[in-house]
Nanobody
Framework: QKELVESGGGLVQPGGSLTLSCTAS????????VGWFRQAPGKEREGVSC????????NHADSVKGRFTISKDNAKNTVYLQMNNLKPEDTAVYFC?????????????????????WGQGAQVTVSS
């Protein structure tokens, strides 16, 4: 049974940093692109960042470019989202998800419905 578990969320002051982890169990991430999405209250889910199966390709939403970094440790079957210089508008529930991609050097965050398995979400609150 495939499972994704997010961790590392919490409360942080504006300008602070957090690192989210997405750990997979029941399958290997070696052949999956992984995306991070977020949903704030009253807003639609939006793509944040993604990384290809081999880790060689990443994409970020314009709103987080230069502040967020995504990385992948296949040995630990885990993807990380390093979030720096956090802003109140980053407050949301963050979800990781996987999309089967083989060894293709691709990932996308434009279409959440392309992702087949999702974690339960981690709350990130940026507030003073």
């Amino acid at each position: 049974q495939k499972e994704l578990v997010e961790s590392g969320g919490g409360l942080v002051q504006p300008g602070g940093s957090l690192t989210l982890s997405c750990t997979a169990s029941g399958f290997t991430l070696d052949y999956y692109a992984v995306g991070w999405f977020r949903q704030a209250p009253g807003k639609e889910r939006e793509g944040v960042s993604c990384i290809s199966s081999t880790g060689g390709v990443t994409n970020h939403a314009d709103s987080v470019k230069g502040r967020f970094t995504i990385s992948k440790d296949n040995a630990k079957n885990t993807v990380y989202l390093q979030m720096n210089n956090l802003k109140p508008e980053d407050t949301a529930v963050y979800f990781c998800a996987v999309q089967a991609s083989g060894l293709l050097r691709i990932c996308q965050i434009a279409a959440a419905n392309g992702y087949t398995d999702w974690g339960q979400g981690a709350q990130v609150t940026v507030s003073s």
